[in-house]
T-cell receptor, first 116, second 109 residues
Framework: ETGVTQSPTHLIKTRGQQVTLRCSSQ?????VSWYQQALGQGPQFIFQ???????GRGNFPPRFSGLQFPNYSSELNVNALELDDSALYLC???????????????FGAGSRLTVL | GQNIDQPTEMTATEGAIVQINCTYQ??????LFWYQQHAGEAPTFLSY??LDGLEEKGRFSSFLSRSKGYSYLLLKELQMKDSASYLC??????????WGAGTKLIIKP
């Protein structure tokens, strides 16, 4: 089975620009979550998608938005980039079933965004 | 409110044992996870505890006390490849993960 793949691995943007990050879920997984990880910090939850709908959101402004596609792949879009958006963006997939609560996340290697 | 805390950095010797502690506060709890993250790589799953007690998996064990809001990860027979950051995270009442900042473990020969 293939794991979680993210693209691009590294990118540099300037303040005010927009960025789109992409994620392919692990085969058989139906839920995708996005996290922001600043250097030396733990991941911060951005949002989660299940069946193409957002079903949970962390403390991030609306300029952070996302999509999940029918094949369970996903995009994270960030508008009006700020310097503090510089971080590693991690995508994680999992399999959510009707009678399960806690699901083990499988992470991708991340997209490292630098905003200048 | 919710918070989670773990030491920033620990140093241990190859072949030894190390215990990484994690304390948390939350009103809703659905289990605690430990992940390993090597520099520049994705976090990888190590363990999940939802009931009190010790879960052993090879050289790694994880312990949970829900009444104390406390967990630890125990690594035995340390190897150089165990040098990494170890992240603890609890799952809250909305099944969202709240992460600690990670403990950087340095293994010395």
């Amino acid at each position: 089975e293939t794991g979680v793949t993210q693209s691009p691995t590294h990118l540099i943007k300037t303040r005010g620009q927009q960025v789109t990050l992409r994620c392919s879920s692990q085969s058989g997984h139906n839920t995708v979550s996005w996290y922001q990880q600043a250097l030396g910090q733990g991941p911060q939850f951005i949002f989660q998608y299940y069946r193409e709908e957002e079903n949970g959101r962390g403390n991030f402004p609306p300029r952070f938005s996302g999509l999940q596609f029918p094949n369970y792949s996903s995009e994270l879009n960030v508008n009006a980039l700020e310097l503090d958006d510089s971080a590693l963006y991690l995508c994680a997939s999992s399999l959510a079933t009707s009678n399960s609560g806690a699901n083990v996340l499988t992470f991708g290697a991340g997209s490292r965004l630098t905003v200048l | 409110g919710q918070n989670i805390d773990q030491p920033t950095e620990m140093t241990a010797t190859e072949g030894a044992i190390v215990q990484i502690n994690c304390t948390y506060q939350t009103s809703g709890f659905n289990g605690l996870f430990w992940y390993q993250q090597h520099a520049g790589e994705a976090p990888t799953f190590l363990s999940y505890n939802v009931l009190d007690g010790l879960e052993e998996k090879g050289r790694f064990s994880s312990f949970l006390s829900r009444s104390k809001g406390y967990s630890y990860l125990l690594l035995k027979e340390l190897q150089m490849k165990d040098s990494a950051s170890y992240l603890c995270a609890f799952m809250d009442s909305n099944y969202q993960l709240i992460w600690g900042a990670g403990t950087k473990l340095i293994i010395k020969p």
